[in-house]
């Protein structure tokens, strides 16, 4: 069996990215107790089953993934005790961040991210995390994650269908080959148009449900009544990609409690200008590194919070990138966000966009050919021209 395989069947690692960083810091196999160890040179190689193995280094297998290192090395930096609080951690993916923290002994984590299926099974299983998915952290508020947090702990029930209150169609008694006698009593039988009205219902029934905006009932599962959602937190984490924090924090601080702390992973990559990157999007130049430093201080402290420090990250990225973490402290009291401008103030507010110009048709092209051909002298074609025109076309007929 493939080694990296052999590591994540064997329960030694998560995943088989995991497992293939557990070889590379060093992993060695053996048959039997008196039997030398033979290491793993790569990830293919084939380790017989029932093998023993024995991990030269177990840091890579401490967390879900190694972003717990990171968060790990951070909480160590800044002294920050999670033990009994409630922590917010923004961008959970696989749920590094989130294990740290449980280890550390939070009290519960609400983690959000805006892919889905990604949290790891014995995370996602634990009573004291809340997964958020498909959850967009920049349009985060207070409201939208508490109703997210509610319908993350619940089971959908949908409306059956009640084949009882079929109506009976007309004629009902002449099915099977009935008879019809003089003792038949038809009032009971629907009407046409209570047949029709009641096909109608089940067709636009149909179609929500096929469109996903059927009415549904949301039912807490049994022994999550009285998880504690309530949208504001001790302390806050997160670790994204692809957007800039300074998008992401004007929303993310509003959940976070007076005095609460802040501590979050800063990957340069995505807190700078495409021309700024180098190949493989690599930040190669540590000059940038001040330009991102000074942009997310600034972000923060126009938030309302205070910048206790910027630090290196003790791990690199998994891209090489030199990344970093900034520790800020919420204010006594939580600065309303900026309001945003409405959909059509901005429309008034922008310049009218230049119409498209319209495409010349044949007979205008050449009705212009014939206007050029008769305005052939500069002198007359500029005839009617502001001053500057008719010098500008002089200049060039002197040339």
């Known amino acids: 069996m493939r080694a990296d395989v052999f590591l994540v069947e064997a329960g030694h690692a998560s995943t088989r990215s995991q497992a293939q960083r557990l070889i590379a810091s060093g992993v060695e196999w053996r048959l039997t107790p008196l039997a030398p160890w033979k290491k793993v ?77 990604q949290l790891h099974e014995r995370l996602r299983s634990d ?44 004629y009902a008694w002449m099915r099977n080959g009935g008879q019809v006698d003089e003792d038949y009593d038809d009032s009971d039988d629907a009407k046409e148009q209570d047949i029709e009205s009641f096909k109608a219902e089940r067709v636009a029934k149909a179609k929500a449900k096929s469109e996903g905006v059927a009415p549904v009932e949301l039912r807490r599962r049994p022994g999550t009544q009285n998880i504690d959602i309530t949208p504001a937190f001790d302390f806050v984490t997160g670790d994204v990609s692809f957007i800039s ?27 700078l200008q495409p ?42 990225g998994g891209d090489g990138n030199h990344e970093f973490f900034v520790w800020a402290e919420q204010g006594a009291e939580i600065k309303a966000p900026a309001p945003q401008v409405a959909a059509d103030e901005e429309a008034t507010a922008k310049p009218a966009v230049k119409a498209a110009a319209k495409r010349p048709s044949r007979a205008d092209i050449k009705a212009q050919r014939a206007k050029q051909e008769l305005y052939a002298d500069p002198e007359v074609a500029s005839f009617g021209q502001p001053g500057p025109g008719r010098g500008k076309q002089k200049k060039r007929n002197e040339r």
């Open 41 to 117: 040179a790569k990830n293919g190689d084939d380790i017989p089953a029932g093998a023993e193995l024995q991990l030269l280094d177990a840091a890579e297998a401490k967390y879900i993934s190694r972003g717990g290192l990171k968060l790990e090395g951070a909480l160590a930096a800044t002294g920050i005790a999670v033990k009994g609080l409630r922590c917010l951690d923004v961008g959970q993916s696989t749920g590094g961040f989130t294990d740290c923290l449980l280890q550390a002994g939070a009290a519960q984590v609400v983690g959000v991210d805006v892919g889905h299926s």
């Open 245 to 271: 924090l300074t998008l992401v924090l004007p929303s993310v601080v509003q959940v976070l409690k007076p005095h609460g702390q802040l501590l979050m992973l800063v990957k340069p990559q995505f807190e």
């Open 127 to 170: 009573d004291r995390v809340i997964c958020v998915e498909s959850f967009n952290a920049r349009t985060l508020t207070p409201e939208s994650l508490e109703v997210a947090c509610d319908e993350a702990l619940c089971d959908v029930i949908e409306e059956e269908e009640d084949n009882d209150t079929q109506p009976q169609a007309p």
């Open 275 to 316: 021309g700024q990157i180098g190949k493989g999007g690599i930040v190669r130049d540590k000059a940038l590194y001040v330009e991102v430093e000074q942009r997310i201080r600034s972000c923060i402290t126009d938030l309302g919070l205070t910048v206790k420090q910027w630090m290196d990250s003790t791990i690199e």
